[in-house]
């Protein structure tokens, strides 16, 4: 079955550094992968998705993310963080034929100081 | 193009009663799906429905139960109320519902039991 771990519950960063958000996915096969983000009050909103190819991904808000098959890893990371980037971020997984049945990772809040 | 739509945005009820909550989804999409979030239990997808069917779904109990209307318009239904059913509802809603497809969240209904 599959499963996302997002090891960090809540970060902090400063305003004009770099982030990387943890996912770790277990999958049997060649998984689907998709980051989403949820400011308060809010539905989730996807920022960038993996199905095949190039393991380096870019989403939207300057955000990229890069598969790493041995390591069952889907990082989030943003050279530069905006205060605006403050939110809820979430990791999930599909797979083939489980139309839109997909399983998310418990999410990370981040914080981002002034 | 108008997003994903869900009405109400809150509701209150009591245990044993019984809730509807409906979703609108994209223009021109078809697939719909249902996600309870809580902040034990995080997003877990309830159900998927495409054209009327229901392909998928979750490990809810059978107080949990959907429907698609011709339109794609779709509505959940919890009976029964526990204390637990106390969430945030979310829906998405995708073309055909494919793992390759971007869902599209509407803000959701959070319902609170007393």
């Known amino acids: 079955a599959q499963s996302v771990t997002q090891p960090d519950i809540h970060i902090t960063v400063s305003e004009g550094a770099s982030l990387e958000l943890r996912c770790n996915y277990s999958?049997?096969?060649?998984?689907?992968l998709f980051w989403y983000v949820q400011s308060p009050g809010q539905g989730l909103q996807l920022l960038l998705k993996y199905f095949s190819g190039d393991t380096l991904v870019q989403g939207i808000k300057g955000f990229e993310a890069e598969f790493k098959r041995s390591q069952s890893s889907f990082n989030l990371r943003k050279p530069s963080v905006h205060w605006s980037d403050a939110a809820e971020y979430f990791c999930?997984?599909?797979?083939?034929?489980?139309?839109?049945?997909?399983?998310f990772g418990s999410g990370t809040k981040l914080n981002v100081k002034p | 193009k108008a997003g994903v739509t869900q009405t109400p945005r809150y509701l209150i009820k009591t245990r044993g009663q019984q809730v509807t909550l409906s979703c609108s989804p994209i223009s021109g999409h078809r697939s719909v799906s249902w996600y309870q979030q809580t902040p034990g239990q995080g997003l877990q997808f309830l159900f998927e429905?495409?054209?009327?069917?229901?392909?998928n779904k979750g490990n809810f109990p059978g107080r949990f139960s959907g429907r698609q209307f011709s339109n794609s318009r779709s509505e959940m239904n919890v009976s029964t109320l526990e204390l637990g059913d106390s969430a945030l509802y979310l829906c998405?809603?995708?073309?055909?519902?494919?793992?390759?497809?971007?869902?599209?969240f509407g803000p959701g209904t959070r319902l609170l039991v007393l």
């Open positions: 429905y495409f054209s009327e069917t229901q392909r």
């Open positions: 998405a809603s995708s073309l055909i519902g494919t793992e390759q497809e971007t869902q599209y």
């Open positions: 999930a997984v599909g797979a083939v034929g489980n139309f839109n049945k997909f399983y």
């Open positions: 999958y049997g096969a060649t998984p689907y």
